[in-house]
């Protein structure tokens, strides 16, 4: 299973990610797109190395625009999509693109 960040929003559902992986013996993956940049590469190897001094605090850039995704109505759920479980374990709401794959960050 590969899963984009984030990987859960509380750590009872990363502990059920871990519970559902161990019991369907299935290995699962995460990802983050920066992970491999040289630039990133070369500012973790300076941090572990001491150079830029020691870590008290993160901050988070965005350097992308992202348009506005507008407002749509919901709508039936598309054929082959499982609803519940993309939900998961989060109050139903009935369907509408903008809370699907993509969107739903927005």
Known sequence: MYI?????????????????ARKYQRVVQTGTQSRSSSIVNEAIRLLHEGIIGELYMGR????????????????PIPEGVNWDLFLGPAPYRPFNENRFHYKWQC
């Not at 988070?60 to 709508?75: A, C, E, K, Q, T």
């Open 60 to 75: 988070v850039i965005v350097f992308g625009f992202r348009p506005n995704i507008g407002r749509v109505h919901d709508s």
């Open 4 to 20: 984009e960040k984030p990987i859960a929003y509380t750590i009872e559902e990363g502990r059920k990610i871990v519970e559902a």
